[in-house]
């Protein structure tokens, strides 16, 4: 969440940039491209995301911002289903014919390269992107970085592409079918320093983008659903915003509140159509609860998720008794019971396809937001 002052700040940097015709930054589409304006969520108030990037698909936020600036990442695997992706709007859409250069820094994280891509849309998909449907705009594999690949090492890339027009929606990450690997694996790489811009450019933004990046910037929820009257009351499934101990730096984290934590008991721990627990899995969610209890969270958020058979009406409430379910077992456990909120998504917030029954196993789950 940002305040007038810093507004203000912003704008007025823009209108440098829009009149700095020389530099080529000026035409940088991409809002906040080095992730050093980090977003306090309305929700919490705690650093969640950089200002002006939001989630994809309910999905997790991996994001730093210490002294020495921002990075942020996305999570590459063999599933779709545990992909997680960079999203933002550009400062203005993307003229027909043109082409644009991207460029930006990458760090492995110690992980092995995994190619990986840019895809731009005319319309918001972010929160029912289908990766696996889609060939990315720019595809960056290892001939695209500008010198060797080290596994701790920032790395730059570049890469070009022609626009069709009016492309004005980001995706960073992984895209493409699943892989036939033997087992699921993730990998998370973090990205900085990112512009992208038409290749032959007269150095001006489109005159709206000032317009734009205000309102990208007083966006300042990042959860799902819509804003509550109270915030106390907010029933949101919150990313997690995940920090990540980088081996040249020292300092800890600069942070403007503690970071959320989000953790998922599976909707098999259930009886089948019902908010009562599996006898057969009790060892699971007993586990899972000792976890919960040793991180000692101030507040917890508890959120039921069904996947799409049966009626919305039923799946609401069969989802919100089994959240009130898990906060049962909290309860017993010595957790203030005023201190968690229940709330029911029903079919609402898949994260995976309903089309397959492991998309559908997938959704019906628990999600628990740690603070």
């Known amino acids: 969440m940002m305040n ?67 990075k942020a990442g996305f999570m590459l695997s063999n599933n779709p289903n545990m992909r997680t992706f960079l999203f933002t709007e550009l400062l203005c859409p993307l003229e027909p014919g043109q082409s644009y250069k991207v460029t930006f820094d990458l760090n492995l994280r110690g992980a092995p390269f995994f190619p990986f891509g840019f ?64 087992y699921d694996w993730t990998s998370v790489f973090y990205i900085d320093n990112i512009t992208l811009e ?14 734009k990046l205000k309102a990208l910037y007083a966006y300042d929820r990042r959860h799902v659903g819509e804003p509550q009257e109270e915030i106390e009351q907010k029933q949101d499934s919150i990313p997690v915003a995940a920090e990540v101990e980088e081996e040249e730096e020292e300092a800890p984290a600069v942070l403007a509140a503690p970071q959320p934590d989000t953790l998922l008991l599976s909707g098999v721990c259930f009886d089948f159509n019902k908010s009562t627990l599996n006898a057969h899995y009790a060892a699971v969610t007993d586990s899972l609860a000792d976890k919960i209890m040793a991180r000692h969270p101030q507040k917890i958020l508890i959120n039921g998720h069904t996947d799409n058979i049966g009626t919305d009406e039923f799946n609401r409430t069969l989802s919100l008794a089994r959240a009130h379910t ?42 628990f937001i740690l603070w």
């Not at 705009?137 to 690949?149: C, H, I, M, P, Q």
């Not at 038409?198 to 317009?211: F, H, K, W």
């Open 4 to 70: 007038d002052v810093l507004l203000s700040r912003l704008l007025a940097g823009v209108g440098l940039l829009l009149s700095a015709c020389g530099f080529s930054s000026a035409q940088n589409l991409v809002a906040n491209a080095q992730f050093e304006d980090p977003n306090t969520c309305v929700e919490f108030n705690a650093t969640c995301a950089p200002e002006a990037w939001r989630e994809v698909n309910y999905g997790r936020t991996f994001y730093i911002n210490r002294e020495k600036g921002g």
């Open 198 to 211: 038409p290749v032959r450019g007269n150095g001006d933004l489109c005159a709206t983008a000032p317009e």
């Open 326 to 367: 898990a906060a049962g077992i909290l309860v017993t456990k010595g957790f203030p019971a005023d201190n968690i909120v229940c709330d029911g998504k029903g079919e609402s917030l898949p994260v995976a396809t309903n089309d397959t029954e492991s998309g559908r196993a997938a959704n019906r789950r628990i999600e």
């Open 119 to 182: 895809w731009l849309s005319k319309e918001n998909l972010s929160e029912h992107f289908r990766p696996d449907t889609v060939a990315a705009t720019v595809d960056f594999s290892e001939g695209a970085s500008l010198k060797k690949l080290k596994k701790m090492v920032w790395v730059p890339f570049s890469g070009r592409f022609e626009a069709r027009g009016g492309e004005q929606f980001l995706y960073i990450g992984m895209m493409g079918p699943a892989t036939p690997d033997k």
